[in-house]
T-cell receptor
Framework: GQNIDQPTEMTATEGAIVQINCTYQ??????LFWYQQHAGEAPTFLSY??LDGLEEKGRFSSFLSRSKGYSYLLLKELQMKDSASYLC??????????WGAGTKLIIKP | DAGVTQSPTHLIKTRGQQVTLRCSPK?????VSWYQQALGQGPQFIFQ???????QRGNFPDRFSGHQFPNYSSELNVNALLLGDSALYLC?????FGNGTRLTVT
C-alpha cells in the first residue's frame, strides 16, 4: 500500500527553527507538496519538490531525497501565525495525490 | 487569491438526505479533484474530473457522484447521507484548494 508518515504534533518556540519530516512509500513518484492548513480553513500551497535538494522560499525551505523517500519542511524565525497543520503529499505514478495526515505545529511565546 | 471557489461554505443536513456541492476552478484549469477531510486527518481523494469525465476514483461508495460541466466547473453529489459524511469537502485544481464546504450531518 501507499503510505505517508509525518509526526502528529510538534511544539516550538517563537523565533526558533523547526523541521517537520515526511517519509513516503508510494507506487512511483512525480513530486512532493507541502501545504499549510490553519484550523477550520482549506490547505494553502507552500512548496513543490520533484528533484533532490533544497528549495528555499523566504522563511520556509523544503528538502527532498528521492532515494530515501524523505522530505522535510524547515521553518525559520517562527511566528505565532505559523501555528497550523502542515500536510505532506506525494504525486504517485498515476498522478494521484497521496496525503499524509498532517503535523500540527504549536508555537509558544 | 488562488481562484478556486466553492459553495456553499457551510451546510447542515440530516441523515438520508442528499447534498450537492459546487466548485469553480481557476480560469483555464480543466482538472478538478474532490477531497474529503475529516477532523485531524489528511484529505482523502474522492475522484477527479477532466474534460467532463471521471478520470480517477478513490475508495468511496457510489453514494458519492460527480459531474463536470463544459466550463470546467464541477459538482459533488452525496446521496443517502450518513453521520460519517460530516467533514470538510475540498475542491482541488492544480496546486490550489478552494476554501471548502463544511458539511454537518445530524
Amino acid at each position: 500500500g501507499q503510505n505517508i508518515d509525518q509526526p502528529t504534533e510538534m511544539t516550538a518556540t517563537e523565533g526558533a527553527i523547526v523541521q517537520i519530516n515526511c517519509t513516503y512509500q508510494t507506487s512511483g513518484f512525480n513530486g512532493l507538496f507541502w501545504y499549510q492548513q490553519h484550523a477550520g480553513e482549506a490547505p494553502t500551497f507552500l512548496s513543490y519538490n520533484v528533484l533532490d535538494g533544497l528549495e528555499e522560499k523566504g522563511r520556509f525551505s523544503s528538502f527532498l531525497s528521492r532515494s530515501k523517500g524523505y522530505s522535510y519542511l524547515l521553518l525559520k524565525e517562527l511566528q505565532m501565525k505559523d501555528s497550523a497543520s502542515y500536510l505532506c503529499a506525494v504525486i504517485d505514478s498515476n498522478y494521484q495525490l497521496i496525503w499524509g495526515a498532517g503535523t500540527k505545529l504549536i508555537i509558544k511565546p | 487569491d488562488a481562484g478556486v471557489t466553492q459553495s456553499p461554505t457551510h451546510l447542515i443536513k440530516t441523515r438520508g438526505q442528499q447534498v450537492t456541492l459546487r466548485c469553480s476552478p481557476k480560469s483555464g484549469h480543466d482538472t478538478v479533484s474532490w477531497y474529503q477531510q475529516a477532523l485531524g486527518q489528511g484529505p482523502q481523494f474522492i475522484f477527479q474530473y477532466y474534460e467532463e469525465e471521471e478520470r480517477q476514483r478513490g475508495n468511496f461508495p457510489d453514494r458519492f457522484s460527480g459531474h463536470q460541466f463544459p466550463n470546467y466547473s464541477s459538482e459533488l453529489n452525496v446521496n443517502a447521507l450518513l453521520l460519517g459524511d460530516s467533514a470538510l469537502y475540498l475542491c482541488f485544481s492544480p496546486l490550489h484548494f478552494g476554501n471548502g464546504t463544511r458539511l454537518t450531518v445530524t
